[in-house]
């Protein structure tokens, strides 16, 4: 079960939706085996990430994820952007063993955005 402050991000819905305009790269992954699928659009200045928008589908870990991820990578340097997302998941309360492929769904579509912007 997610955390009760994961969910309250979630439930919040923050930061949903997608980037307009030739400044946003998008990058998607999906879960092989359960189907849970996210996708982001990302701001970036060179190797920093600006701001995060996110469409998710499946369980609500991978949804609370792509909604923190939102929330939290706000002029993050690439590099810190996994430390950053850990920290952030350990501090709302983490998540269950079933529900830590959340954290690696989320980051995949973030790479995938970066990487397919030239940053990587």
């Known amino acids: 079960m997610v955390s009760a402050r994961l969910l309250e991000v979630l439930t919040r819905g923050d930061g949903a ?3 307009a305009g030739d400044d946003a790269v998008d990058g998607c992954a999906e879960h092989p085996v359960c189907g849970d699928r996210v996708q982001l659009s990302v701001r970036r200045d060179g190797d920093r990430v600006l701001a995060v928008r996110w469409r998710a589908s499946g369980c609500p870990a991978v949804t609370a994820v792509a909604a923190l991820c939102a929330k939290v990578l706000c002029d993050v340097p690439r590099a810190e952007v996994a430390p950053v997302l850990q920290a952030a998941i350990a501090a709302h ?3 269950a063993r079933h529900e830590r492929h959340a954290e690696s769904v989320v980051l995949r579509a973030l790479d995938d955005a970066l990487v397919g912007a030239g940053g990587g």
Request: zero cysteines.
């Open 93 to 95: 309360g983490g998540l």
């Open 17 to 19: 939706g997608a980037f």
